[in-house]
């Protein structure tokens, strides 16, 4: 018997999850008042969002697998604990350099994604258990739209601290609540952590990112830059290699050769490309001033307001996601979701002459990403062992934070390419930039072809016992 009901653990990862999404996107449309607030460079200020990049995809997959070893329960109170120190410290930061090094520690605030999806899955009755994924994977989509609506006002009425405050009353709150309410991991996977295959992990992924995030600033030809990605390559062999070798490996790699995981996994990816510029570039393209010829001189919570159906569409679709993958099936729905955003995003390429029609596109858009993504995350966790599943949802969320800093590099050098004659944004560069972006979704959605049908999926509902796992009702018992 459960020791608490599951409804209180499932408001708490709904929190927790809203808390890190929001912290990840209030500061997107607020780099240049913190710029001038801080007195610091547009390239110094920039790494307010790298930096919380570099923590989150290091700590996400690594925290997951923790919590499949030592518990779940324990490394959501840490995960959010973090959160909640990070935003304090942005709160009081008075130079780019404090503020950045708390951006690092919000970062690790990223692993509570995977945590909720393996916490939903010991915690939650089977018959609500897809709902209640679809519902967290939305919220992460939710909360990053939210974010960008509600940043505008905070500023307005509030000022910037604000944007830090709200976050660590939420999400202190919620590392109080997820130690009181979330019960102790039922299933664990003994042995502890890999410590070399972890630094290599942490290694190859923050080599990668910072030479994707900084190639349109630093040059895509630039020494730093290359010698990055060179590096990125080596400690990525080296990592496969240390992982293969491993008696108790950070991410088991014949458990991501299940196609179920492999193929949401590519799926993510390129969605990921596609969402994360978006999101990032909508408001960008309303707020271009009108004295360029072409913007609509949006205020940031003009742009903010036009995200808003975009947070709405996203938590609907993933509230109908899985009776419509019952339904239909999960190949279908998870290609249809796919066309539906790319759609969208053509839809942002060629209407953007007033705030209304950029909104209708941003939220076609959303309707698609809160799909899959719902869809995907319950792929996921029916595909692996139990004790598995923290490190395969937390891989699975990576490459979606990966394709993200593809996407959003991307994007960035093709529209600072186009620039007028009178210093502004040429429109052609956005217009170019939302095409491409439809061409990568569409992509996602012919990669979604390769998702097992539902007979396949139902098969690996049940994957073998991870070889040692231990069961915990109370007390360990050994599986």
């Known amino acids: 018997m459960r020791r608490r009901s599951y409804r209180a653990t499932f408001a708490v990862l709904t929190i927790s999850v809203m808390s890190y999404a929001l912290v990840q996107s209030m500061t997107v449309p607020t780099l240049p008042l913190l710029q001038s607030e801080l007195g610091t460079t547009q390239s110094a200020v920039t790494w307010v969002l790298t930096a919380q990049l570099l923590a989150a995809a290091v700590s996400t997959p690594i925290l997951g697998r923790v919590g499949d070893a030592v518990g779940k329960n324990r490394m ?23 503020l950045i090094g708390a951006r690092v520690i919000q970062g690790i605030g990223g692993g509570v994604i995977p945590l909720a999806f393996g916490i939903i899955r010991d915690e939650v009755p089977e018959r609500h258990r897809s709902m209640a994924i679809s519902v967290v994977s939305s919220l992460m989509a939710v909360g990053f739209g939210i974010g960008i609506v509600v940043a505008g006002p905070i500023l307005d009425v509030l000022g910037y601290h604000w944007l830090f405050v709200l976050p660590a009353i939420v999400a202190g709150l919620a590392a109080v609540a997820a ?61 496969v290699r240390s992982e293969q070798r ?6 088991d790699l014949q458990m991501m050769r299940r196609r179920p995981v492999w193929a949401a996994n590519l799926v993510a990816l390129l969605v990921g490309v596609s969402m994360y510029a978006s999101f990032g570039f909508v408001p960008q393209l309303v707020q271009t001033p009108s004295a360029s010829g072409w913007g609509l001189g949006a205020t940031v919570t003009q742009a903010g307001l036009v995200m808003l159906p975009s947070a709405a569409a996203t938590f609907v ?12 099936g999960p190949k279908p729905m998870v290609v249809a979701s796919c066309m539906i955003g790319a759609v969208g995003l053509a839809s942002t390429a060629l209407f953007h002459d007033t705030l209304v029609q950029t909104a209708i596109g941003a939220g076609i858009t959303s309707i698609g990403v809160g799909l899959v993504f719902a869809l995907l995350a319950n792929l996921v966790v029916a595909a692996v062992p139990a004790a598995q599943t923290g490190v395969a949802s937390g891989m699975n ?43 990568v979704m569409a992509l996602a959605g012919f990669a979604g072809l390769l998702v097992p049908g539902a007979s396949a999926v139902e098969q690996d509902e049940q994957p073998a016992p991870v070889e040692g796992a231990e069961t915990r009702t109370g007390e360990r018992l050994a599986a």
């Open 246 to 251: 491993a008696r108790v490996p950070v991410v």
């Open 76 to 98: 959501l109170v840490v995960a959010v604990g973090a959160l909640a120190v990070g935003s304090v410290v942005a709160a009081l930061a008075t130079d780019i350099g404090v």
């Open 317 to 328: 679709a993933g509230l109908v996601a899985t009776p419509l993958a019952r339904f239909f």
């Open 179 to 239: 130690f009181v309410f979330v019960p102790a991991s039922p299933v664990r996977t003994p042995g502890g952590v890999s410590v070399l295959p972890a630094v290599l992990l942490a290694g190859w992924l923050s080599a990668f990112l910072l030479a994707v995030s900084q190639g349109p600033a630093w040059g895509w030809a630039s020494p730093g830059v290359l010698g990055l990605l060179v590096g990125a390559v080596v400690l990525t062999y080296a990592w």
């Open 397 to 439: 969320a990576n490459l979606r934070t990966v394709g993200g800093a593809v996407g959003s590099a991307m994007a960035t050098s093709i529209v600072t390419a186009q620039v007028l004659p009178n210093g502004f944004t040429a429109e052609v560069g956005y217009t170019v930039t939302f095409v491409v972006l439809a061409v």
